[in-house]
């Protein structure tokens, strides 16, 4: 188990989480709460390592409960929300005024489905995609927002989510149903998909940073999968299936800057570090004589005397865990947000950081 994080609490229940980068060299997140009948906020947290603490930098009023946070990349005035009023679910985008209030600029609005997430695109600061049940669609954004794609899902009617390739921006992958599905963003159409990628619904997709074609997936069945997208199909199995969870796996996320680290929250209140080195084909792994089938700590996939496997298990939390987000400014901190309001800045042990550095 980890040796227990610096803890900050908000003060309603919440599900969102993502890091932003600031002025200085301090990590930095935005937290979303969730409160059915209250006045929901959006903070903005910044934690110190040379004096340990957690400060609020600014608090913004949104009113409506928040299920998903976009900031955007390049502008830090800029962020899209997911909310919930009565029922009814907007995507919407926001400035932020120099009264550090939000101010709607456009909601992201074509159909009848659940909206769940809004993807950036990493150089166009004009384009964004919008996922929700049966569509995606992308968007070009100026003083409005204009819709320039609309994509059916087909037989997949529930999207969860989805990513960008941060190496081929002409990729978005989405997390349909329980499985993986590969679109042309240019063409507007699928190229391949995994139908059956998990046993249950699949929650969550991140990219590899540093390799190309490499995904992670998180789902209902409790797993965490890497995949190769140049290896799918309706036979195609996982590189490697990480099972340390006793319930759903509601996100998995690639260390910004190394690929064998990654990151897991669960609705059984933990929050798992993974090392998988061989995986992610690191030279000091791949002459070990890794081989494949199951192993003692719960993967299958490469391992060999869990050479890929969990490195550390934060106990932090006392709900279900359901954001995770590593720091943009050190890769060795990340933190992660329960539903009762709890944010953990953790970090990655010693031992685990020295065996990727050395």
Known sequence: MGKGGLTHGL?????????VS???????????????????VIQLLEFNPETDSIKVVASYLHGQEIW???????DAQTLATISNHGGTSTAALWSINAKAQLEKK????????????????????????????????????DSTANMTGDVGAGDVYTLWGGAWDPHDLNRLVTAGGNGVQVW??????????????????????????????????AGDDRKVCIWDLRALGGSATPLLELGGHSHWVWQAKYNPHHDSLLLSASSD???????TPISAGESSARGQGASRGPSQTGQKGFGKEAQDGLACTYDDHEDSVYGVAWSLVDPWTFASLSYDGRLVVNRVPSQTKYKILI
């Open 11 to 19: 003060k309603y229940q919440a599900r969102c989480l993502v890091a």
């Open 22 to 40: 600031g002025p200085n060299q301090h990590s930095r997140w935005l937290a979303g709460t969730n409160a059915l009948r209250e006045e929901n």
């Open 68 to 74: 998903h946070l976009a900031p955007h990349p390049q």
């Open 106 to 141: 456009a909601e992201l609005t074509a159909g009848n489905g659940i909206p769940r997430s809004v993807l950036w695109h990493a150089q166009r600061h004009n384009e964004a995609i919008s996922i929700e049940d049966g569509h995606w669609r992308l968007w070009n954004i």
């Open 184 to 217: 042309d963003v240019r063409s507007l159409k699928k190229m391949a998909e995994i139908p059956d990628a998990h046993l249950m619904p699949v929650r969550d997709i991140d990219f590899a940073h540093q390799q190309q074609h490499r995904i992670v997936s």
């Open 269 to 275: 209140s933990l929050v798992n570090l993974w090392h």
